[in-house]
């Protein structure tokens, strides 16, 4: 499996070469790292100067080293994906739905459908994240909350996402409304069920709202972090697809020397 150096490339200054040893060095240390600087070399058709000058252009004070923290490194995140499966415990529940994946097929990297995401006030950073994010893996997201992108259905987006914590605000329930009514595919994120928002989507994620009274956001609501928290478990779903391009064979990465 490739792993996503870039970030350690840069902070680190390495070369080409290095960094295909680098990858090296994460698969070893990945399978438990049992063998010698020399045996490593050797199966890397390298030598062992080269490897201990890479363990410590990164701050290491060996191979051994090298191996045993980013091995750490490494086991910690395979634990942490693992937790995925408890989300839901501090979330809240997840509709019932076999693959949330197939939501994303009308709106694939390699397609030409885009995937409008509407969110206002405080749910307005969410969805530039949500744009950003999506950017990013190579979709085309568009973030509008104007009434005339959903009215006439121009850009004939393949998916909607639509963020609301009341799962009611006006200025997000018509473009959603407007959506339904061309049969377009709605994902909501929204903090009460039953909501009009939440009727018009499929899925909708009923995200628990610590305060629902709090109209002006006055107090700590975990909602808005609940909502981004949610949609980077999607992501992570959506990017176990082979098909995708930053799919199966992409990064254990964000440790650090």
């Not at 995925?84 to 415990?89: G, H, N, Q, V, Y």
């Not at 006439?152 to 909607?160: D, F, R, Y």
Request: charged share 20%; with cysteine; glycine share 8%.
């Amino acid at each position: 499996m490739k792993h996503d150096l870039y970030k350690l490339a840069d902070q680190h200054h390495l070369n080409a070469n290095e960094q295909l040893l680098l990858q090296a060095v994460l698969e070893t240390a990945k399978n438990g790292g049992q063998c010698s600087v020399r045996e490593f070399a050797a199966q890397n058709y390298t030598s062992p100067a080269a490897v201990i000058r890479l363990s410590k252009k990164m701050g290491y004070t060996g191979y051994t080293d090298m191996i045993y923290r980013i091995g750490f490194l490494i086991q910690n995140e395979i634990d942490n994906k693992n937790h995925a499966s408890d989300i839901t415990a501090f979330i809240g529940g997840y509709p019932r739905r076999k693959n949330y994946t197939a939501l994303w097929s009308c709106s694939t990297p390699t397609g030409k459908k885009p995937i409008l995401v509407t969110g206002t006030g405080f749910c307005a950073p969410l969805q530039e994240f949500m744009v950003r994010k999506l950017l990013v893996l190579g979709y085309c997201a568009i973030g509008s909350n104007s009434y005339e992108v959903y009215e006439s259905g121009a850009l004939n987006a393949g998916l909607v996402i639509a963020i609301s914590k009341s799962g009611k605000t006006g200025t997000i329930l018509k473009p959603v409304q407007d959506s339904f009514a061309q049969h377009r595919s709605i994902i909501a994120f929204v903090g009460a069920d039953n909501s009009p928002i939440a009727r018009c989507a499929d899925p909708a994620f009923v995200l628990l709202d610590d305060k629902m009274l709090d109209d002006r956001n006055l107090t700590a609501n975990y909602f808005y972090a609940r909502v981004l928290i949610t949609f980077e478990y999607l992501m992570d779903l959506v990017l176990e697809k082979d098909e995708h391009p930053n799919g199966k064979g992409r990064a254990v990465s964000g440790f650090h020397a």
